[in-house]
């Protein structure tokens, strides 16, 4: 089996739990708990001060934020609760939801007419974490080994 990143066998669950890079660990901690900020974030402004979110989106785009924050938390959920059940569909979700947040993204930036410097500048923070998250989630061995139980075919 070739994976985006060289050749990889598939082996049992069992096999894959005993290769030292098996489990929750490394650099999943890292995005795991950028998700998990954004999510808290997105919930604070949710909550939050209406006239804060007025103040940086116009007080007539509060609720069309505040529907595009809630769509967020929604296609980040499934990350955060996989992730640490080391469920096989983990990476996979985890790519769809990081990309189509960057998608929702724009797409709410031109339903509420954000300048285009601010627009372009969330873009461009969007599709850099996006692309992270691709990189890492296609080419870790510790997300093959414990989500795909897939092992280097070297090893």
Known sequence: MTAFWGAWRKVSHDRASTDPKFGFGGWIWFFYGFALVRTLLAMRNIFGNEAALGGMYGLENVATIRIQLILRILLLLPFLL??????????????????????????FGLIVSLPEDRLLSVLVVEVLVASAYTLYLLRSKRVNVTYLSLIPSKA
């Open 82 to 107: 996989l992730a640490p059940l080391r469920h096989s569909l983990m990476p996979p979700v985890a790519i769809a939801g990081v990309w189509m947040t960057a998608v929702l993204a724009l797409l």
